[in-house]
């Protein structure tokens, strides 16, 4: 489900009637490789923080971005005050947020994506995740930290119980996305595993050879966040109009993509300078289990593996203790 547009708008307009203060000039987003960014790609290119915040009477602000690896790398950005917003999966934000509770108390803004991740093999030999040995090697963002690497915890809970979930985290190796996919499909690398995400996993099955051997989907039993949107309550409440002007940017990107998949997906190509045809690209998009959203859903049972893992020490008791009051209205 995705936020109407005129609650979107509601949010901005009673964030931006906040009394004015000098607020920061320079508004600081960091984002990561591939599909899942799209909408701070376009926000970006079409300078889209500059012209909402021009609207808001912000007419000197301006955005200036950063692309990282993984979130664990952003977790650095953010506490270290580098960076003013940042993009982070479940596992990361959980563990930043209890990590932050008594400072900086970093907390989601809002959603971005639901986005399935794929596990692919281009081993034969390799049926099923019990098929993998010391001599394999998986490629994701971030061992232990990132999205893909909690799933595959999750699934060595279900294939060998929960006292062994972490398992396969020696095969495991940090690799950012574009990367990891070049040594996978090489062949000549070790790495003969990649769990990924879009548009990364669905090039990668068009290689002979390539096979899914797990979705997030799978894992979970339904869809979840592949990203939200996070920053420090001190960030939150000295700006709280620049907050609002990325919240009416982020809701324009949303909404321009799902209005118009096509432009978005040229737009996509041309930004990442991908040479993969459009109608490959919409066709992605056009997934079923791909959605472009600022909800944020699905993330409690991470949560509760996390927790009961020791990945996370605190488990927030709802989704309003890691969330800013305009995702108060969402079960998270």
């Not at 068009?206 to 997030?216: A, I, T, Y």
């Not at 799978?218 to 409440?237: D, R, Y």
Request: proline fraction near 5%.
């Amino acid at each position: 489900m995705r936020i109407p547009g005129i609650a979107a708008t509601a949010i901005a307009v009673a964030l931006l009637a906040q009394p004015a203060h000098a607020e920061t000039g320079e508004l600081r987003i960091a984002k990561q490789y591939g599909l899942g960014y799209l909408q701070l790609m376009i926000m970006e290119d079409q300078k889209l923080i500059e012209e909402h915040g021009a609207k808001a009477g912000l007419p000197g602000l301006k955005a200036s971005w950063a692309t990282f690896r993984s979130s664990d790398v952003m977790n650095d950005a953010l506490i270290s005050s580098t960076i003013d917003i940042v993009c982070l999966g479940v596992p990361g934000i959980a563990t930043i947020w209890a990590k932050t509770r008594s400072n900086m108390d970093v907390k989601a803004v809002s959603g971005l994506n639901a986005i399935p991740l794929f596990l692919n093999t281009r081993d034969p030999r390799i049926q099923s995740i019990r098929d993998l040995t010391d001599k394999d090697r998986i490629a994701l963002p971030a061992v232990k930290v990132s999205m893909q690497a909690i799933f595959l915890q999750m699934a060595a809970a279900k294939e060998f119980g929960v006292a062994n979930f972490a398992k396969l985290d020696p095969l495991t190796v940090s690799m950012a996305h574009p990367d990891a996919m070049a040594a996978f499909l090489s062949g000549a690398s070790e790495v003969n595993n990649h769990f990924t995400s879009a548009p990364f996993q669905y090039k990668e099955l068009q290689r002979p050879g390539v096979r899914r051997l797990l979705s997030s989907t799978e894992i979970l039993g339904g869809k979840i966040s592949f990203n939200l949107i996070a920053a420090t309550s001190k960030f939150h409440q000295a700006n709280p109009k620049v907050y609002g002007v990325f919240l009416a940017a982020l809701e324009d990107a949303t909404q321009r993509i799902n209005r118009d998949k096509r432009w978005a997906a040229e737009q996509y190509l041309r930004i990442a300078n991908d040479r993969s045809p459009v109608e490959e690209l919409l066709a992605m998009m056009n997934d079923p289990e791909i959605e472009f959203t600022t909800r944020p859903f699905g993330a409690s049972k991470m949560l509760d593996f996390m927790h009961r893992t020791g990945s996370i020490k605190v488990k927030p008791e709802s989704w309003k203790d890691m969330s800013f009051p305009n995702l108060h209205q969402y079960e998270g």
